[in-house]
DNA sequence: TGTTGACAGTTCCTTTTTAGAACTGTATCT
DNA sequence: AGATACAGTTCTAAAAAGGAACTGTCAACA
């Protein structure tokens, strides 16, 4: 399948799947939201391929998910840092490291633990409604097409365009 | 890198994203939390081809996110359906969603709204504080070692384990 | 002065994945 | 009888990822 495909669905989680989806990228961010900004700190920590690594820092600052900065004149050296979007992505980590928190763990419990440090409690991320606070659960929400689907989109059961012969 | 040395990270995320991190599984859940349940179902919305998507399914009852159902007997016919397991795998969906409505809409807007049944209204995913309630941002967060950690883990600046040399 | 190392990549070649299309085998519909 | 639905499997070609070495600038060390 072609990526830029991927990036002119109608639908908001095909395009977002076009940037962050694979398992380096969403590996990469993890290690931005823990301070890592540099090439070689990517590098060594994650033992990624240096070459896919500068693929996918090029993509992240193409979509404004990350900022080059230099941070040192000749030799140019440049770090890699969260933009808002980038910030903004978090989440979707959260929500990924929750799920994993309750599905994946071993006998020795979360490797991590996350602490509010607005009320100062050990959390866990909970999805709520925006307009009543409710927490989220799929079967409690109906799709609806909005201005940007196609003919007619996707609630459940209607038919959509199909992702490679577009 | 292997896939199964991602399972075995020390990290909720990276063991998250051994199950639905790549393109083909994301679009996969995407569909089954729209109601699609069959092979034919899957390959001709999404145009991927069939061995992946055999692969991917396998791969998804394996860890428990997808159900494989006989609906019919002689043909044995089966079909695909989310578990608690994945179900539970919404507030990611939603949080991907969320962030390609908010960054990666073109002019038209939004490919799909969605309506919460309880409040009636139409809403925008939130990620609160299971503690206090209040919205989360990353700025806002603590991370420190858990149970679960390595010798030391990674609490922002500290050092990791590598993925790729473990 | 020469050597080593940090850093941010690039280049080259091999191995693994994925794409694309055709084929299987049972059963129902026309 | 022939076409179609369905859930896959098999085969080969093309694309992506892995792995290791190399570049070029500079600072620190001996």
Redesign the interface.
Known sequence: ?RWDA??EE????????A??????S??IL?EC???VRRFEGFQ?????TRHLLADRLKKFVRY?VLRRVRYQESPARYEYI?TQ?G????????????????????E????????????G??????????????P???????????????AS?????E??K????S
Chains 1, 2 share one sequence.
């Not at 060594?44 to 990624?48: E, N």
């Not at 910030?87 to 071993?106: E, F, K, Q, R």
């Not at 989109?153 to 059961?157: F, I, Q, T």
């Open positions: 399948m991927l990036e109608p639908c908001s989680l095909a395009r977002t799947v940037v962050i989806g694979d398992r380096w969403l590996l993890r939201f823990l301070r060594s920590r994650l033992g990624i404004g969260l979007r910030l903004d992505l978090y989440p979707v980590m959260m929500s990924i490291v929750h799920w994993g928190d309750t599905h994946m763990v071993d020795r419990g979360r490797p991590l633990l996350h602490q509010h440090k607005n009320c409690k050990m959390f866990d991320p909970v999805l709520v409604c925006s307009e009543c606070g409710e989220l659960h799929a079967k409690e929400v109906h799709v609806h097409s909005g201005p940007g689907a196609p989109a996707a609630a459940p059961g038919r959509r199909q992702v490679s012969s």
